[in-house]
């Protein structure tokens, strides 16, 4: 059941995008209760919100006031993705069963979930987990020392050569013809998945 308090704020991916969506409701004097990737608790129900002005000064920080309940949905299931693959460090990714924590998390069943996701976002799920953890790969070969067994252990691949295999499919290159690539070939988080 969802809470008449509750905002559902779609690209929020990050904890700066936690930091700033904070700092500009407070502005607008609105009391939050709690705050995490996609939702803000706040003390008032929505319909006592100004809901416009909140709208307003989303959008103009890169963010949307998610209406539509398909849609809330969705957005759910990418901050799960997002918050588990960026997490790395306390979440084992090699023994999650990405099926059964979104199912929990989002209170529906994963074939819905999964239907649902491949209608709207025109990605599988799966593909969409994918895509993040190669976006997470990209950053340690970028900004890191990890060797790609390091990395594929880190990011719960199986071998090294099931990263490098997705890593050529989804990027066109190998990891090591991405880290020395010069230019920068990442793409933000929230925009995963889009065509």
């Excluded at 059941?1 to 700066?16: A, H, T």
């Excluded at 890169?62 to 588990?84: P, R, T």
Aim: hydrophobic content about 35%; overall charge positive; some cysteine.
């Amino acid at each position: 059941m969802q809470s008449k308090n509750r905002l559902y704020i779609k690209n929020m991916v990050c904890p700066r995008c936690i930091k700033v969506v904070k700092e500009e409701l407070e502005k607008l004097g609105v009391k939050i209760l709690s705050i995490n990737l996609g939702e803000v608790e706040t003390a008032r129900p929505r319909e006592e919100l100004p809901l416009q002005q909140i709208s307003q000064v989303l959008k103009a920080n890169g963010f949307e006031l998610i209406e539509d309940a398909k849609s809330k949905i969705i957005e759910s299931v990418k901050n799960e993705v997002i918050s588990s693959i960026q997490q790395y460090e306390e979440i084992d990714l090699e023994t999650i069963n990405f099926s059964k924590l979104l199912s929990k998390k989002v209170g529906k069943d994963y074939n819905y979930l999964s239907s649902l996701f491949s209608k709207i976002e025109g990605i599988t799920i799966e593909h969409y987990i994918i895509l993040q953890k190669i976006e997470k790969a990209k950053e340690f070969l970028k900004y890191g020392d990890q060797t790609l067994s390091e990395i594929s252990y880190r990011l719960g691949y199986s071998s090294v050569q099931h990263l490098s295999r997705q890593f050529k499919n989804t990027t066109g290159m190998t990891a090591s013809q991405f880290k020395n690539n010069q230019s920068n070939l990442r793409k933000s988080i929230d925009s995963i998945g889009d065509y």
